[in-house]
């Protein structure tokens, strides 16, 4: 391992260092992901983007479109579920869809018995009967059980509103207000 590697570990891992964005206050813990992000706001920035040349599938990032072109090399592996018709690329994935199905639940919380698919789901679950909230808004100190949330609360500090209706143009911070949204707009 390099000297600069090293160092960029000890910083990022053991002294806490957190590059914070001004846009939005999403932390990132690298100076690579911190700047990609900032590029994001840049309304003069240009994206590259990866696009799939077999299905066209785009992808922003090379690390996920070469885990998707791996699944191009011979035949196009696909698992179809049998029940719904949902494809999926991995054995390991349709196996976790047909739970969907089935209502398998192997990981029981201990608490109240409420079932999950996989372990990690639990964990996070846990935090409901811990009140843990290990996510904290850098603009306002509110907390959270979960980064997603975190990312979702963080929206109304900086108007981000991804999700419009295709209709009136109404814009709304996640995809269940907008479901919800009754459009008179016909």
């Known amino acids: 391992m390099s000297k600069e590697a090293l160092d960029s570990h000890e910083k990022i891992q053991h002294q806490g260092e957190r590059y914070v964005c001004q846009h939005c206050g999403k932390v ?7 700047t990609k992000h900032c590029n994001s706001h840049d309304s003069n920035h240009i994206e590259k983007v990866f696009t799939c040349q077999m299905c066209s599938v785009v ?6 479109y070469a885990r998707h072109m791996k699944g191009h090399k011979g035949p196009l592996p696909s698992y179809i579920c049998d029940i719904c018709g949902k494809r999926v690329i991995t054995a390991a994935g349709l196996s976790y869809h ?15 018995g409420k079932g999950f698919i996989k372990r990690q789901e639990l964990e996070v679950h846990a935090r409901v009967h811990t009140k843990e909230r290990p996510f904290q808004c850098l603009m306002c100190s509110k907390r959270f059980t979960q980064k997603s ?8 500090h900086t108007g981000d509103r991804p999700y419009g209706c295709e209709l009136c143009s109404k814009k709304f911070i996640t995809n269940t207000l907008l479901k919800d949204h009754k459009c008179k707009a016909k």
Request: net charge positive; charged share 20%; aromatic share 14%.
């Open 28 to 34: 990132y813990l690298s100076k690579q992901s911190f």
């Open 59 to 64: 992808y922003r990032s090379y690390s996920g």
């Open 98 to 112: 047909k739970k969907t199905h089935t209502g398998e639940r192997n990981h029981l919380c201990g608490t109240c």
């Open 149 to 156: 949330s975190l990312n979702i609360h963080m929206r109304y």
